[in-house]
């Protein structure tokens, strides 16, 4: 979408903006303010929507264009709207601006550069869904895009875009903002439900999906704010321009340009990491990406031909998850980078159930044995057991994912493993006590 004149950019600039946002847009962006976004043609599909089209036409619309969900999972958004409206209303709504992978501010550099386009693309879903009350819901540290966020809705209200009396009487819409603190399990769905009534932001059981009860029991859709923001370019220029989309992803790890970049979905992963990203980073050849954040797939260079899309990445074993794209350099030893991996999701585990706030140290200390030359070849089946055990009976989609760094490791680069186990030795000379210890623990094997 980049290409059309930033027009339909959800980022101001086309290309890579740098990952660090803070200072980039103090000048402001061209999307940030109202008269900046009215200026673009800036809520005219909204008001074209509220005025002239029926729920029945903007679900023909979703369903024709196939939208699915970019918060991670990709599921239909015609789907989850249909869900909903089978439950009686009052029904609300939550835009999911969390960001969870602290690697992957997205939602916060939507906010920042161009709040409106979520807003507008709220109002469509508000009027489609039969909605009065939406939530934003966002990470209170991101200070400057709650700034952004408030003084956009404000905007909106004094222009009659919102508010209970907005498009001259045809809506009443109102949006809250809901900061909250917390960690990577706060970015889950029914974890959000929670904090916004009040509570610690813990999953809930599903089912009930947030569709049939979600705040205070009623029927809630909650949309990654980067779905919503798409919304008034899919509103506006139909299915067919629209094509397969598009997916903000975040640059990281041993590439050459870092940054935040908005890429047609389609594109092969290797062509993203070259056209966008600038190739691998001095020195470094690739041995793999990680995509979809801390709980993403380990996919080998020989996987990168695989197109950025839900399906395709799903037959690799993977999925878009937080939308970050790390790529990992020749010096990177497989089984270290799993336990740092588990170890921070053992940090950011909720607790709330068993198998997650164990099985996420149980597996840390698996592979801290491992890395410490006493791992034996029994070890392998023993990490298999337990990232089963956690896939298998989380309550939430954290525990689900958590063993898919682990198992795609294991599963594409299984001679690290091997060779940390039975020569006690680090192929990449990471394992600081694998260097010290030589053999000397080969025997234990
Ligand atoms: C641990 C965890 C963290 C998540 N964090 C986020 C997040 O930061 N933002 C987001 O939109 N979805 C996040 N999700 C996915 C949400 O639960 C939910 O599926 C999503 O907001 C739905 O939006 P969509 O329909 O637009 O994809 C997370 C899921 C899990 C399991």
Request: net charge neutral; aromatic share 6%.
């Amino acid at each position: 979408m980049s290409e059309k004149n930033g027009r339909w950019s959800l980022l101001p600039a086309a290309g890579n903006v740098p990952a660090s946002l803070d200072g980039q847009w103090r000048g402001g962006s061209q999307t940030d303010h109202i008269d900046k976004y009215l200026a673009r043609g800036g809520y005219a599909a909204a008001k074209r929507v509220v005025s002239e089209q029926s729920q029945a036409d903007v679900l023909g619309l979703l369903e024709k264009s196939g939208l699915r969900g970019l918060g991670g999972g990709g599921f239909p958004v015609a789907r989850k709207w249909r869900a909903a409206l089978a439950n009686e209303g009052p029904r609300y709504l939550v835009a999911n601006a969390y960001d969870a992978d602290p690697a992957a501010p997205l939602c916060r550099a939507l906010l920042e550069t161009n709040p409106h386009a979520l807003l507008e693309g709220i109002v469509i879903a508000a009027h489609a869904l039969g909605v009065q009350e939406a939530w934003v819901y966002a990470k209170a540290e991101n200070s400057a895009a709650l700034r952004r966020l408030r003084a956009a809705v404000a905007e909106a209200e004094e222009q009659g875009y919102l508010g209970l009396s907005a498009f001259g009487g045809k809506l009443a819409l109102q949006v809250h903002i809901f900061a909250s603190w917390g960690g990577f399990a706060g970015g889950e769905e029914t974890a959000a439900l929670e904090a916004i009534e009040g509570q610690r932001a813990m999953p809930r059981q599903k089912p009930p999906f947030p569709t049939e009860s979600g705040l205070w029991g009623r029927p809630t859709v909650v949309h990654s704010a980067e779905t919503l923001a798409n919304l008034p370019h899919l509103a506006a220029d139909g299915a067919e321009a629209f094509g397969k989309g598009s997916k903000l992803l975040a640059l990281g790890g041993d590439v050459a340009k870092p940054g935040l970049v908005e890429v047609p979905f389609g594109t092969p992963l290797r062509q993203i990491l070259t056209q966008w990203g600038g190739g691998p980073a001095a020195g470094q050849s690739p041995r793999a990406v990680q995509i979809g954040g801390p709980t993403g797939a380990v996919l080998p260079e020989s996987l990168l031909d695989t197109p950025l899309g839900h399906d395709a990445l799903r037959e690799v074993g993977a999925f878009v998850g937080s939308g970050s794209l790390r790529v990992l350099g020749e010096k990177v030893c497989m089984v270290d980078f799993a336990r740092g991996r588990m170890d921070y999701l053992a940090h950011e585990s909720c607790g709330k159930c068993v198998p997650c706030r164990l099985g996420t140290n149980r597996l840390t200390g698996v592979l801290e044995t491992i890395m410490s030359g006493l791992g034996r070849k029994d070890d392998l089946a023993l990490l298999d057991e337990f990232g089963n055990l956690l896939s298998q009976s989380s309550l939430c989609g954290f525990g689900l994912t958590a063993p898919t760094v682990l198992r795609t490791t294991m599963t594409h680069f299984a001679e690290d493993y091997r060779v940390h186990i039975e020569e006690g030795r680090c192929p990449t000379a990471t394992c600081r006590a694998l260097r010290t210890r030589g053999f000397e623990r080969k025997a234990a094997v």
